[in-house]
T-cell receptor, first 113, second 114 residues
Framework: DAGVTQSPTHLIKTRGQQVTLRCSPK?????VSWYQQALGQGPQFIFQ???????QRGNFPDRFSGHQFPNYSSELNVNALLLGDSALYLC????????????FGDGTRLSIL | DQQVKQNSPSLSVQEGRISILNCDYT??????FLWYKKYPAEGPTFLIS???IKDKNEDGRFTVFLNKSAKHLSLHIVPSQPGDSAVYFC?????????????WGLGTSLAVNP
């Protein structure tokens, strides 16, 4: 039973570029959430996707956008990258019914030069 | 505005003793609380959770206690093992239909010494 998988593992970009991160949820899960974790901080909620729609959003600018596909996988896109976007980006999947404990992938480490 | 607070950045415990990790929250709308463990270079791993209608939940060596009046929860690990050394995050959520986002503390780094 595959857990949550994220790609790529590491990524280096320069300011102003655009990046796409990918996530495949745990088998049977239909909801995907994205978090940003800066060094020494707890994860910060970016947004959540269910039924291919963004249904909740945290306090992140419109440069951060996402998508969910019919197979429940998801992408996180960040445009016009800033140095401050350097962080670990975590994807979590859950089941929409019940409490929906979130299960996490190992993250994508994004470094902006 | 940190709605979930873990005021101890680090904790060191001897193997076999009890580890107690604390978490405070400010939002009275939170109705579900979770503890996650995180090793370096890995994503957080779910440990144990508790609903606001309970005051205790136990799973093997891990027990979570919730004091709603004090807006405080704690995770007890007994006995502590070296493999428990990791960063522990407290997270909370409030139901909005089926939409739940997790609000996280800053984490407590636990070191269990042999």
């Amino acid at each position: 039973d595959a857990g949550v998988t994220q790609s790529p593992t590491h990524l280096i970009k320069t300011r102003g570029q655009q990046v796409t991160l990918r996530c495949s949820p745990k088998s049977g899960h239909d909801t995907v959430s994205w978090y940003q974790q800066a060094l020494g901080q707890g994860p910060q909620f970016i947004f959540q996707y269910y039924e291919e729609e963004e249904r909740q959003r945290g306090n992140f600018p419109d440069r951060f956008s996402g998508h969910q596909f019919p197979n429940y996988s998801s992408e996180l896109n960040v445009n016009a990258l800033l140095l401050g976007d350097s962080a670990l980006y975590l994807c979590a999947s859950s089941l929409s019914t019940g409490i929906g404990v979130q299960h996490f992938g190992d993250g994508t480490r994004l470094s902006i030069l | 505005d940190q709605q979930v607070k873990q005021n101890s950045p680090s904790l060191s415990v001897q193997e076999g003793r009890i580890s107690i990790l604390n978490c405070d929250y400010t939002n009275s709308m939170f109705d579900y609380f979770l503890w996650y463990k995180k090793y370096p270079a890995e994503g957080p791993t779910f440990l144990i959770s508790i609903s606001s209608i309970k005051d205790k939940n136990e799973d093997g060596r891990f027990t979570v206690f919730l004091n709603k009046s004090a807006k405080h929860l704690s995770l007890h690990i007994v006995p502590s093992q070296p493999g428990d050394s990791a960063v522990y995050f407290c997270a909370a959520s409030a139901s909005a239909g089926n939409n739940r986002k997790l609000i996280w503390g800053l984490g407590t780094s636990l070191a269990v010494n042999p």
